[in-house]
């Protein structure tokens, strides 16, 4: 649970109890997953905590999962963005919403995989026309999100225009897939006098909603070429569209974390990439608390950066190559905490309410031999919290090894962070955790994402194998990576290039 459910447990005491408890728990479920089973954002919710509840997933059921074959869904290019998942009002079915490389958004049905609708947001760009990069071609990365009270599904993408690539953010109508008025919104024409120029930026991370404003996060290509920044972009979801934006001080510090950006319902949490010719601390390398006006204080309790910065940025060793994530761990001091995972391979473990300046973590512990990339997810095990990441773990326990890692912290003045278990994910997926009611049965789930390309199953206690591949007709084809399943409806849902997969149980 976030701040934002103690927060509004607080406001409880000046206001109507019942009200205020319904408000409460629905607060707390919604962190889980998305309201009715529906995944509205990436990793099911704002908290990013890729913890999802699957009532009928058990240890032993996992074991049966297989391909469903009722389920056939082919859609038009290479795939870097979670699938969303939502029911519609008044009716049993449910969408399964995909969009592509291609600039292609779908809506198919969950059950069968039919298409929907289909909307395409104009081409995307050729790598030839970027000045570097290794996406070909460059549409939608970033994950979308869906607003459920107005039934819009908003979308970045990257656009060829007659003159030149165009950043634009796009809102859907869920129920056919066309255009609402007054959008897209042109990024580079409604920042662009802030230094914004759309051929050098990227758009991967995740989009966000925090009192009615979208947000959208951008940062540089693969090559770090031409004169970019971190930029966080607000779009009043009001009729007015009005536009505000904050960037990094210096060069580079791109958020490009899959995960994009996370919210604890009042503010926003932003990690950096590595600046370029930095010689003064400049925004980089860091985890910044932004308010939903997006103003940064500069405050030591609104910004960590490791002390070493500096030679984080001369070997590109990004701290943002993963989003932030928000812990709570009962009997911990502080117990309300910030992790980031960091191309260093450290686990940073930061107090929420001061998050500590420039070398101010409550501890930093070497976890990983390798990068830690991609998205992480966090469950509760017994008196822990525990999170799984893709990256291959430093010291894992009786001699294991393996490209999948997850600690585990615990309670302690300061907390106390260890390796639970390892295992082989056999390539670059950021994982998943299901459960059968939020504790009990959690399953870590990942995808070998340019590896073996095949999903992956673990028991969240102690790693032992639940599903490994499944059978041969259950392989699938090229998984991007970073990518993440996602679990609703009694399935698991993979996508992958020109194809989408269900598994059933």
């Known amino acids: 649970m976030s701040l934002a459910w103690f927060a509004r447990g607080r406001e409880c005491l000046a206001g109507l109890f019942t009200l205020c408890l319904v408000t409460a728990v629905f607060a707390a479920e919604s962190e889980v997953q998305g309201t009715q089973g529906a995944v509205l954002e990436h990793h099911g919710n704002a908290g990013r905590s890729g913890m999802f509840?699957?009532?009928?997933l058990t240890f032993e059921r996992a074991h049966n999962l297989h391909r469903d074959p009722s389920f056939r869904a082919d859609v038009e290019g290479p795939i870097y963005a979670q699938p969303l998942y939502w029911r519609v009002p008044g009716s049993a079915q449910a969408l399964l919403v995909v969009a592509s490389e291609q600039n292609q958004v779908y809506a198919l049905d969950a059950a069968s995989g039919t298409v929907v609708w289909k909307t395409s947001l104009g081409p995307p760009v050729p790598r030839s026309a970027l000045p570097c990069g290794n996406i070909d071609p460059l549409g939608i990365t970033g994950t979308p999100i869906i607003d459920e009270r107005s039934q819009t599904l908003y979308v970045a993408a990257l656009?060829?225009?007659?003159?030149?690539?165009?950043?634009?953010?796009?809102?859907?109508?869920?129920?056919?897939?066309?255009?609402?008025?007054?959008?897209?919104?042109?990024?580079?024409?409604?920042?662009?006098?802030?230094?914004?120029?759309?051929?050098?930026?990227?758009?991967?991370?995740?989009?966000?909603?925090?009192?009615?404003?979208?947000?959208?996060?951008?940062?540089?290509?693969f090559g770090d070429c031409g004169d970019y920044r971190g930029w966080v972009v607000g779009i009043s979801l009001a009729q007015s569209h009005a536009v505000r934006a904050w960037s990094t001080r210096a060069r580079g510090g791109g958020i490009w974390a899959p995960g994009g950006l996370v919210s604890d319902g009042r503010s926003l949490y932003a990690v950096t990439g590595n600046t370029i010719g930095a010689r003064t601390w400049a925004d980089g390398e860091a985890v910044i608390r932004?308010?939903?006006?997006?103003?940064?204080?500069?405050?030591?309790?609104?910004?960590?950066?490791?002390?070493?910065?500096?030679?984080?940025?001369?070997?590109?060793?990004?701290?943002?190559?993963?989003?932030?994530l928000l812990l709570n761990v009962p009997g911990a001091k502080p117990a309300e905490l910030v992790l980031a995972l960091g191309k260093d391979g450290k686990a940073y473990l930061l107090d929420r309410?001061?998050?500590?300046?420039?070398?101010?973590?409550?501890?930093?512990?070497?976890v990983s031999s390798n990068p830690i990339r991609a998205a992480p997810a966090s469950f509760p095990s017994g008196n822990e919290v525990r999170v799984a990441f893709q990256a291959q773990g430093a010291g894992c326990p009786d001699g294991a090894s393996g490209d999948l890692?997850?600690?585990?912290?615990?309670?302690?003045?300061?907390?106390?962070?260890?390796?639970?278990?390892?295992?082989?994910?056999?390539?670059?997926?950021?994982?998943?955790?299901?459960?059968?009611?939020?504790?009990?049965?959690?399953?870590?789930w990942a995808i070998g994402a340019e590896g073996d390309n095949r999903l992956h199953g673990f028991r969240g206690d102690n790693g032992a194998v639940v599903f490994s591949g499944g059978a041969p007709g259950d392989a699938l084809g090229q998984v991007r990576r970073f990518q993440t399943l996602i679990a609703a409806g009694e399935r698991l849902y993979v996508t992958a290039d020109q194809h989408v997969y269900a598994f059933r149980f």
């Open 53 to 56: 509840v699957l009532p009928s």
């Open 159 to 221: 656009v060829r225009g007659q003159d030149a690539a165009k950043h634009r953010v796009f809102a859907l109508a869920l129920k056919n897939g066309s255009v609402l008025p007054g959008w897209p919104i042109d990024i580079e024409g409604a920042v662009g006098s802030k230094g914004f120029r759309s051929a050098v930026h990227n758009q991967r991370g995740a989009l966000t909603i925090l009192n009615d404003t979208l947000f959208v996060p951008y940062g540089g290509h």
């Open 290 to 324: 932004l308010d939903p006006e997006l103003s940064f204080s500069g405050k030591a309790q609104d910004f960590f950066a490791p002390s070493d910065w500096q030679e984080l940025d001369a070997t590109d060793a990004d701290l943002g190559a993963t989003n932030a």
């Open 353 to 366: 309410q001061n998050l500590g300046g420039i070398g101010g973590s409550v501890l930093a512990n070497k």
């Open 405 to 444: 890692t997850v600690i585990a912290i615990n309670a302690g003045a300061p907390p106390k962070l260890r390796i639970a278990w390892c295992a082989a994910e056999n390539g670059h997926g950021s994982p998943i955790v299901t459960t059968t009611d939020g504790k009990a049965n959690a399953i870590v």
